[in-house]
Every structure is written in C-alpha cells, then in structure tokens.
C-alpha cells in the first residue's frame, strides 16, 4: 500500500468513527439536572472526543507492540525497517494517548467546577487525586507516557524486548475502564474484571489488524510470519470481547448482572444507550463472519505467500471496528 492510499484509509477510517462518535453522543445526552450549572459546550463535546482520541490512541499503541511481539526477534532482524516502522507508530500513538488522558483529566475535572476550564492545576490534580475517574486518567496518563519513552528508547536500541511495553500499555489501558460503571455496580469486582478484560481484547482485536494491514501488509514475507499468529489472537479476542460484553451491556442497561429478558428488550428497544449496544451486537456479527472467513479462506494463503484479498477483507474489517469503537466510547459516558 503505497503512502496515499494509506493516508486515504486512514483518514476515512476516522471520518466515519467521528459520524458515530457524534451520533452517539447525540443519542446519549445526559438529562439536565435542576440546580446543577451545565458545563460549557466545549466541555461536554471535548470530554467525548478526548476520550475517543486516547482509545484510539491506546488501540494502535497496543497493536504496535503486539505486532513487535509477534514478529519475533528473527523476525524483527530480518525487516529492521518495517519494525522501525512499527516502533515509530507505538512512539506516536502512546504520545498523543498521553497528551488526550491529561487533557481529559483537565476537562473532566473542568464540568463539576465552577471556573470550568479556567480551574487551576490544584484544581485539577485534586480531581485526579480524590475521584475515581481522576485517578485512572492520571494512571493511564503516565503509562502512556511511559510506553512512549521506552517506544523511543527502543528505537535506539532495537535489542530491548517489545515486552515490557506490552504490559505498560495494557496498564493504562484498563485503568479508566475499570472506573465509572464498573466500579460503581454490583458486584464491582466481577464487572470490573470483565471490563478490563472487553477493553483489553477489543484493543489486541482492533489495534493488532490496524497494524498488521497498515504496515505489516507491504511486506509479503513478514505477513506470512505475523497474520497466522495474530489470527489466534484474533480468534481469543472476539470470544473475550462477546462474552465480556454481554455482561457488560446487561449491567449497563439495567443494573443487573442477570436481567429478566423483558427488561433487556425493553432497555434495547427503549433508549438511546440501547440502540448503542444494538449497534455494537450488529458489528460483532458482521465481524465474526467476515473473521471467519479470513481464517478459512486467506490466512493458510498468506502463510504460502500467496496472493490473496487481505487488504479488502481488512479494510472492511477495521471500518466496522471502526464503528464499534465511536459507540463504545459514546457508551462509557454517564447517560
């Protein structure tokens, strides 16, 4: 895939998951509360839209790492410039998931004060310190910004194990989604496992094609060694991703672990938040059939380096995911 087309992809991917991301949040609009002053509407549109870029962000730091992990050090030898590459894209990407988690935590912190944006840095790093959603924005803010200082450093010295970063970025990406709803439902502990685990296969899941069809995609023999592993990651991760999710989605909705199906149909048929969930129901199916089909029918030619229709089947991939990513964010805010 030459640079244009890259740029092209790229750039509609994320035109398509901003359409989402505003829909739902359109449909999602908290109700006001009398009494309470509304924050600004920069506030409540930067909230949503910050959080977007830091998933996003954390998704394609995952999958940079993944893809490291699962080239190999032969692997990473033999293609020293696509695993630069590689590395340059977890530098980025954990670099601004940083700057979008503190800025997250400033806006945050922003609508339930007074002063709104012009709260001072006290303000904000007591937000950070006393709440909740603070503290994680914070905890996600610095392994953010760990996982980009060791990305740079391994830059310089290729022979450090893409591990490590690994386990930094996964730090961070569970902390803010085991806040919030998790946290605050019954029984905290079991939902808030069963969100860091969703969060966690969704971004090994999502980030993992990103990369292998972005960057891995150019190099023929490099594919051949990354997609057969990755298909097993892949293959994990939906089943994480789909039955996490339920639990999720019926807690989210109801406020019960185990809902009578009258509610669940009314909550999904009733609300904005379950037509959000009904979206996310209608991207599993469509992604578990065309997975299926990958790994029936393209990964075994992939691994004999033959041509195959990879690059279509994983753009139609990554636009659905794509999708399910905006209305994932969109649920994660209070309703």
Known sequence: MNDRAWLLQVSALVGASLVVLAFGILVTLPHPVVGIP?????????????????????????????????????????????????????????????????????????????????????????????????????????????????????????????????????????????????????????????????????????????????????????????????SRVAEASFALVGVSGLLLAATRLTGDVTPPLGDVVDALTQTGAGWLVMGKLACMVLLGCSGAYIRSAVVDRVARQQPTPLTAWAGLELAVMAVAVSLATALGRPL
Do not use: K
């Open 38 to 230: 509304e924050p600004s509407v920069v506030v409540r549109t930067g909230i949503p839209l910050l959080r977007w870029i830091a998933n996003v962000c954390a998704i394609g730091a995952v999958g940079s790492v993944l893809v490291l992990v699962l080239l190999g050090e032969a692997g990473r030898d033999r293609a020293p410039a696509l695993a630069r590459r590689t590395s340059t894209a977890a530098v980025w990407t954990a670099a601004v998931w940083t700057v979008a988690a503190l800025l997250g935590l400033w806006f945050n912190a922003a609508e339930i004060s007074l002063r709104q944006l012009r709260l001072p840095v006290g303000g904000v790093l007591g937000y950070g310190g006393n709440v909740s959603l603070g503290l994680a924005l914070l905890i996600s803010a610095g392994s953010a910004g760990a996982l980009t200082a060791y990305s740079v450093a391994r830059l310089r010295r290729p022979s450090l194990p893409p591990d490590v970063g690994f386990l930094i970025a996964l730090s961070g990406l569970t902390a803010v989604s085991m806040s919030g709803h998790p946290s605050q439902g019954e029984p905290p502990l079991l939902l808030m496992t069963a969100s860091a685990l969703h969060v966690t296969g969704a971004a090994l899941w999502v980030g993992g094609l990103a990369i292998t069809s972005l960057i891995i995609g150019a190099d023929r023999q490099a594919l051949a060694v990354v997609l057969p592993r990755f």
